[in-house]
């Protein structure tokens, strides 16, 4: 009997380990050796590799053409305004200023303040309506024959307004007189400004003896 109930036990405990094993299989699953490792939770894991990111090269700097006529030392203050506006090209400026000195004088000349409106700044615009009102308005027997020069004399950019002084060397008739006038006039423009217009913001002359325009 002692030897029969020995078997029993054994059945009984080899059964037991068998269910055993079992639900140790069923819960903690198989190892196949191809498991991810434990990560440690005080010391990260090896960085995420990421592609490098394309280098975008840098945008060539634009260098200033001096225009025809201008002194070659003033490429640096002119330099100094295409670095603040690259859409700034002083030989196009010249060309409008140009034009810009025909129109205004022209608009003055003709009584009509309205024909200066995008041309001149608030205070110029003023200035020649007060001297047309003294006028009442008249319009003066003047005439541009011809631009004979025009050259910027001075360039500089303060804080973000960009400042263009050109000097106009002219022939007009005045009250039927024929003369010569050397205007300088100077131009502004905001260069973070969506407005590409230049406003005539300074006028000087410095023709020689009586050189006043509306006369």
Known sequence: MSDGSSWIEIVLLAMLAAFIGLRLVSVLGKRTGHERPVGDAFRPGAPEVT?????VPPKLRSVVTVPTGTDGTLAPALQSIVDADPTFNPERFVAGAHSAYGMILGAFWAGDARGLEGLVSDEIADSFATAIGER????????????EGVA???AEMI???AEVTVRFNA??????VATTTSDVWTF?????????????????DETPGDGNLDA
């Open 136 to 147: 009442d308005g008249k319009r003066l027997d003047n005439r541009l024959d011809a631009i």
């Open 159 to 161: 804080g973000q307004m």
């Open 171 to 176: 022939r007009v008739t005045i009250a039927g």
């Open 188 to 204: 502004s423009r905001h260069v973070g400004s969506n407005d590409p217009a230049w406003l005539l913001i300074a006028t000087d």
């Open 51 to 55: 592609a490098p990111s394309q280098r």
């Open 152 to 154: 910027i004399t001075n």
